[in-house]
């Protein structure tokens, strides 16, 4: 009898001969925590959540972390992620998933999202369109190291946002990302590594980025090979703004990237981009 449990933290973490499990007889309607639940069960190939009564859990990170030969999660059902408010590294490294339904993923009560689609290898196409991030403060490397071509962030509202470094990092298969205005950058401190190694990336439009909060920018662009331009960024506050463009070396015109020097900044200079014609 499960029903006054309230974690199940790492209940099978690590089961990396666990081929099957059935959820079906578990009834954990108190379960507040189940932070690592499946994390490193690498021999599952399917797992049906959809039986789980999780309306009351706010802890799911780390759920599937690294089961690296998941194929199929169904979720739906009973499970709830409504009142979840920390999601991050959720499906991380699931390198054989091919789809995630996220019209069953409710982040609206997530504060953080990093990592959570970070190197889904067999997944080429996301759509984040339902996601609610309106609270998430968190969203570090949420799709480093993906397949994805086109990533579209146009729903995304983000007015708690603080970190977003490392947001796409080695995505090398990267093409396009789509911004908008309601992903607000005002309260994002750090920034660091956010493009790093996206080899496929041609031009950057930051347009409604506001960079004024931003203090760490350190290797934003780094070996970016292909891309050729940048509009609008501002460098002016980041106390790091280290190797920002090193490797970036097909930049068409990089005076336009104009570097206007900061008198006792100590010699560091800033960045005003506006480049893309």
């Given at each position: 009898?499960?029903?006054?449990?309230?974690?199940?933290?790492?209940?099978?973490?690590?089961?990396?001969?666990?081929?099957?499990?059935?959820?079906?007889?578990?009834?954990?309607?108190?379960?507040?925590?189940?932070?690592?639940?499946?994390?490193e069960?690498?021999?599952?190939?399917?797992?049906?959540?959809?039986?789980?009564?999780?309306?009351?859990?706010?802890?799911?990170?780390?759920?599937?972390?690294?089961?690296?030969?998941?194929?199929?999660?169904?979720?739906g059902?009973?499970?709830?992620?409504?009142?979840?408010?920390?999601?991050?590294?959720?499906?991380?490294?699931?390198?054989?998933?091919?789809?995630?339904?996220?019209?069953?993923?409710?982040?609206?009560?997530?504060?953080?999202?990093?990592?959570?689609?970070?190197?889904?290898?067999?997944?080429?196409?996301?759509?984040?369109?339902?996601?609610?991030?309106?609270?998430v403060?968190?969203?570090?490397?949420?799709?480093a190291?993906?397949?994805?071509?086109?990533?579209?962030?146009?729903?995304f509202?983000?007015?708690?946002?603080?970190?977003?470094?490392?947001?796409?990092?080695?995505?090398?298969?990267?093409?396009?990302?789509?911004?908008?205005?309601?992903?607000?950058?005002?309260?994002?401190?750090?920034?660091?590594?956010?493009?790093?190694?996206?080899?496929?990336?041609?031009?950057?439009?930051?347009?409604?980025?506001?960079?004024?909060?931003?203090?760490?920018?350190?290797?934003?662009?780094?070996?970016?090979?292909?891309?050729?331009?940048?509009?609008?960024?501002?460098?002016?506050?980041?106390?790091?703004?280290?190797?920002?463009?090193?490797?970036?070396?097909?930049?068409?015109?990089?005076?336009?990237?104009?570097?206007?020097?900061?008198?006792?900044?100590?010699?560091?200079?800033?960045?005003?981009?506006?480049?893309?014609?």
């Amino acid at each position: 009898d499960m029903s006054n449990v309230t974690s199940m933290r790492s209940m099978f973490r690590g089961c990396n001969s666990l081929l099957s499990i059935d959820l079906s007889d578990m009834n954990i309607p108190n379960v507040i925590d189940m932070g690592n639940l499946f994390s490193e069960c690498s021999s599952l190939t399917s797992i049906d959540v959809s039986v789980l009564d999780t309306s009351n859990v706010e802890y799911m990170y780390n759920l599937f972390y690294k089961c690296t030969l998941l194929e199929t999660i169904t979720l739906g059902g009973l499970f709830d992620s409504s009142n979840a408010i920390s999601t991050e590294y959720m499906f991380y490294e699931c390198t054989s998933l091919t789809s995630i339904d996220m019209s069953q993923i409710d982040t609206s009560s997530s504060e953080n999202v990093s990592g959570m689609f970070a190197y889904l290898d067999a997944m080429t196409t996301i759509d984040v369109s339902s996601m609610d991030v309106s609270k998430v403060k968190y969203m570090y490397d949420i799709f480093a190291g993906s397949s994805f071509v086109t990533i579209d962030l146009s729903t995304f509202n983000t007015p708690l946002l603080e970190d977003m470094s490392g947001m796409f990092n080695y995505s090398e298969l990267l093409e396009n990302i789509i911004f908008s205005s309601s992903l607000d950058t005002s309260n994002v401190e750090y920034m660091s590594y956010a493009f790093e190694g996206c080899v496929s990336l041609v031009s950057m439009d930051l347009s409604d980025f506001d960079f004024s909060s931003v203090l760490d920018l350190g290797s934003l662009f780094e070996d970016c090979i292909l891309l050729e331009c940048i509009t609008n960024i501002d460098s002016r506050n980041a106390t790091d703004r280290d190797d920002m463009f090193d490797g970036c070396t097909a930049l068409i015109n990089p005076i336009d990237l104009e570097v206007i020097d900061i008198e006792g900044s100590g010699g560091d200079d800033y960045v005003n981009g506006n480049a893309c014609p």
